[in-house]
């Protein structure tokens, strides 16, 4: 950043003085895709702030509580970064901050309540005279996210002022996001990354007349992008003494470049198996294919395999736009699953558009499918209830879907979960409150693959110190409620049973 002035920019300078005398508010969520609370309060919230696009500028931090949220995954470090700056990680989501400050509106029950930000609050948070005027330019070129901008002073500031410039995208689809259980259909304005890091670009103390020049960029190959043409750049002027924000700009139509005509790019496998049991097994890939290239993709050969299966041929057709994406199901593949190495599903790109690719560094995809642990003779289901014990049913069941071990209330089965009148009905065989049950299931002789599954009636998991824990012959845990287990978990296994002699 540098002080700068010349006649050169005169005609921006004066487009920028028009807006001198107002604020574009920067509005800033913490939120989560499993959170209850969240989803009833964004879809009004959202409302609001896309009526006033033009007043506001809006970002959004997706956290790492109540409960599983990939979107924090994509960037945990800057994500928690700003919600530990405001300090939300003590309040809990939802959470909105303006201009710096939590709303201080406790329309429902608590400050800081997205569901309180009404149209009198953005007007007056806009009508406040602003020190200095901003503007932002957003370009992705080959992979490179270049900002520029400016920044103009209108009145002396000073303190600890930090430039912080995000990649955002202005709206994901719940389609797109694995995980989550609150319900919500999209997620708007999610915080991807910042130009320059999170902490932000220190600047000088400001006097009136001074010019700041933004040209910065980065490279968002480690960035988890959903949809390139939904991204948008943020910037804003804050003092980290107070959190007070000076001034925000965003660009929402960020131009996108690439220097290839024809390219076809592999992206991430969608929903592939945790784990595939040995012996025969059967699995239909479904993957990301991504145009890389100026011209639409119409056409793409994708060849595939399994674990050295003889390869398949899929003759993909469709209509990409340049860094367009789309989720594609390959015809199903057999395959002989490993038990002691993993299973490799192998993805190559040829001739998009009946074309040379111009760039075979991204038509390769490998993905490693881990095999299911294993037990020998016998395995263990240990149960550490809450105190509602009798929520809590699970079975084990061979490759054949025979049930050869159950535990926990039959009553509430594993079936039409959440769609019954609560509590289910008492069963003799229900657990009790807090307590911890362990019961043993013998493993035929002969069996190979068998799927343990259980269920919480009411869909919010073992609570507390509670959970379970499935283990092998050897004492070792292979599989436990820290996988994520809210309303029904279902997880394979390698078995082995002894043959009698």
């Not at 309540?113 to 007056?124: E, G, M, R």
């Not at 660009?251 to 790019?265: K, M, Q």
């Not at 229900?430 to 019961?439: A, I, K, P």
């Amino acid at each position: 950043m540098k002080r700068f002035f010349t006649l050169a920019i005169l005609g921006l300078l004066f487009q920028l003085s028009v807006d001198a005398q107002s604020t574009m508010v920067l509005v800033e969520e913490g939120t989560q895709a499993s959170c209850g609370p969240c989803a009833i309060q964004n879809p009004g919230f959202d409302a609001i702030l896309e009526t006033n696009d033009d007043k506001v500028v809006v970002l959004k931090y997706q956290a790492w509580f109540p409960g599983f949220d990939q979107m924090y995954n994509d960037n945990p470090i800057e994500a928690r970064n700003r919600i530990e700056y405001y300090g939300i990680q003590n309040e809990g989501v939802p959470l909105g901050v303006v201009n710096g400050e939590f709303l201080a509106n406790d329309c429902n029950g608590y400050e800081g309540a997205p569901a309180c930000l009404d149209q009198n609050d953005i007007n007056a948070a806009h009508a406040v005279v602003a020190p200095i005027s901003m503007s932002i330019d957003g370009e992705l070129n080959d992979g490179a996210f270049n900002v520029k901008g400016m920044i103009i002073c209108h009145s002396d500031i000073s303190g600890a002022l930090k430039l912080r410039v995000a990649i955002a995208e202005q709206t994901i689809d719940v389609a797109d996001v694995p995980g989550g259980t609150n319900g919500e259909t999209e997620f708007n304005h999610v915080m991807k990354g910042f130009v320059g890091g999170a902490n932000g670009i220190a600047l000088d103390n400001m006097v009136t007349g001074d010019t700041f020049m933004i040209d910065l960029s980065r490279s968002i190959a480690d960035l988890k992008i959903y949809d390139y043409t939904e991204l948008e750049v943020v910037a804003f002027v804050q003092d980290d003494t107070d959190k007070r924000v000076y001034q925000a700009a965003k660009d929402r139509d960020v131009e996108i470049i690439v220097s290839t005509d024809n390219n076809a790019i592999a992206g991430a496998v969608i929903d592939a198996p945790f784990v595939v049991c040995s012996g025969a097994a059967s699995y239909a890939p479904t993957f990301k294919l991504q145009n890389g290239g100026n011209e639409e993709l119409t056409s793409c050969t994708i060849t595939y395999s399994i674990n050295g299966s003889t390869p398949q041929v899929f003759n993909w057709t469709g209509s990409l736009e340049t860094l367009a994406s789309t989720e594609v199901m390959l015809d199903v593949v057999d395959f002989e699953g490993l038990t002691d190495d993993n299973n490799v599903l192998s993805i190559s790109l040829s001739i998009p558009n009946g074309m040379v690719d111009e760039d075979i560094s991204n038509n390769e995809l490998m993905f490693e499918l881990a095999p299911a642990p294993k037990s020998v003779n016998i395995v263990t289901v240990e149960i550490r209830t809450d105190e509602y014990g009798d929520e809590t049913y699970w079975e084990l069941r061979n490759g054949s879907g025979v049930v050869v071990g159950t535990g926990g209330n039959p009553n509430v089965g594993l079936t039409n979960v959440g769609t019954n009148t609560f509590p289910p009905p008492f069963s003799a065989l229900s657990y009790g409150n807090e307590g911890t049950f362990t019961e043993e299931v013998a493993l035929a002789a002969g069996e190979n693959c068998y799927t343990f599954h259980i269920t919480d009636y009411y869909g919010d998991g073992i609570l507390g110190t509670g959970g379970y824990s499935v283990i092998d012959h050897e004492g070792n845990t292979i599989h436990s409620d820290t996988e994520d287990f809210a309303i029904q978990s279902i997880k394979d296994l390698n078995g082995e049973g002894l043959t009698s002699v």
